[in-house]
């Protein structure tokens, strides 16, 4: 696609659910990454997919939290049994061969509230 | 370990002035420095990079190494600057790159 496209947009969700945000990366992009953008605390790295494997989870908060992405295309980011301090923006970016050196896009993200 | 310190949460500036969003980072190779920015419900977007050397809506920011800072500058702030400005470091082999925790920019009228 002309951008990178996450859904839903927003989802409120009750304590304890699962829950799972989409990203659609750019067409033809490797490089996929997962952050979260939480109020005063900036853009924190979640995870890191090169094709469909995922080198780099080290920034993955818990064991609650899951991703995956296939056909190099498609990511799924699962977080189970949601609690509040999940609250937040969540952002998928893509990247192409370049990597890092051209810079990111953005999707406009996922705001995840828990209630 | 990477680290990139933005130390203003919150500037102020009015319209004319000039402005400095200060980005210091922690990264003893080479990096590759980036400002992004965000404007009130729009996506996040690449403002600049260290290696283009460029000027973009009239911002520049230069790395410089011995300070270990790439402060972003514009001579004449405008009221459409007003976003918050992150800025970002990838380093040696990491894959992913660090975000500061962003400066809210206002440009007062």
């Known amino acids: 696609g002309a951008g990178v496209s996450q859904s839903p947009s927003n989802k409120v969700t009750e304590k304890g659910k699962d829950v799972e945000l989409r990203c659609d990366p750019i067409s033809g992009h490797t490089a996929l990454y997962w952050y979260r953008q939480s109020l005063g605390q900036g853009l924190e790295f979640l995870i890191y997919f090169q094709g469909n494997s995922a080198p780099d989870k080290s920034g993955l908060p818990s064991d609650r939290f899951s991703a995956e992405r296939t056909g190099g295309s498609v990511s799924t980011l699962t977080i189970q049994r949601t609690q509040q301090e999940d609250s937040a923006v969540y952002l998928c970016?893509?990247?192409?061969?370049?990597?890092?050196?051209?810079?990111?896009?953005f999707g406009s993200g996922t705001r995840l509230t828990v209630v | 370990a990477q680290r990139v310190t933005q130390p203003e949460k919150l500037l102020s500036v009015f319209k004319g002035a000039p402005v400095e969003l200060k980005c210091n980072y922690s990264y003893s190779g080479s990096p590759e420095l980036f400002w992004y920015v965000q404007y009130s419900r729009q996506r996040l977007q690449l403002l600049l990079r260290h290696i283009s050397r460029e000027s973009i809506k009239g911002f520049t920011a230069d790395l410089n190494k011995g300070e270990t800072s790439f402060h972003l500058k514009k001579p004449f702030a405008q009221e459409e600057d007003s976003a918050m400005y992150y800025c970002a470091l990838n380093g040696g082999s990491a894959r992913q790159l660090t975000f500061g925790s962003g400066t809210q920019l206002t440009v007062l009228p």
């Open positions: 970016a893509s990247s192409g061969t370049g990597g890092t050196v051209y810079g990111y896009t």
